[in-house]
């Protein structure tokens, strides 16, 4: 299973930003996605994750109203739309997948990550 994250830049403080993770390796009906984030010097953080039937996405709390994850099944993509973004949104952040349903999204629960993409939100 492959995870290709992309879609991360520079943005000005309010600003937004479409993230995009391409999925390969696995039928994109199996797999649960979510996105991660870690800035520097602080742990991996959970910021959003859909399942594979794409109902009930969840947030973090800090991020809710602001970002919202959605998947493209005939894409094999899933997406995280950013906006009212913040400085202390700012991070590398990550999509992880997994294919055993599990209630919760702590980084070890997640078997496929990608390699990251950095948002910087600055002024």
């Known amino acids: 299973v492959q995870l290709q994250a992309s879609g991360g830049g520079l943005v000005r403080p309010g600003g937004s930003l479409r993230l995009s993770c391409a999925v390969s390796?696995?039928?994109?009906?199996?797999?649960?996605l979510a996105w991660f984030r870690q800035a520097p010097g602080k742990e991996r953080e959970f910021v959003a994750a859909i399942a594979r039937t794409g109902i009930s996405p969840f947030y973090e709390d800090s991020v809710k109203g602001r970002y919202t994850i959605s998947r493209d099944d005939a894409k094999n993509t899933v997406y995280l739309h950013m906006n009212s973004l913040k400085p202390e949104d700012t991070a590398v952040y990550l999509c992880?997948?997994?294919?055993?349903?599990?209630?919760?999204?702590?980084?070890?629960?997640?078997?496929?990550w990608g390699q990251g993409t950095l948002v910087t939100v600055s002024s």
């Open positions: 390796g696995v039928s994109f009906s199996r797999i649960d």
């Open positions: 992880a997948g997994r294919t055993i349903y599990q209630r919760n999204h702590s980084p070890p629960a997640y078997d496929y």
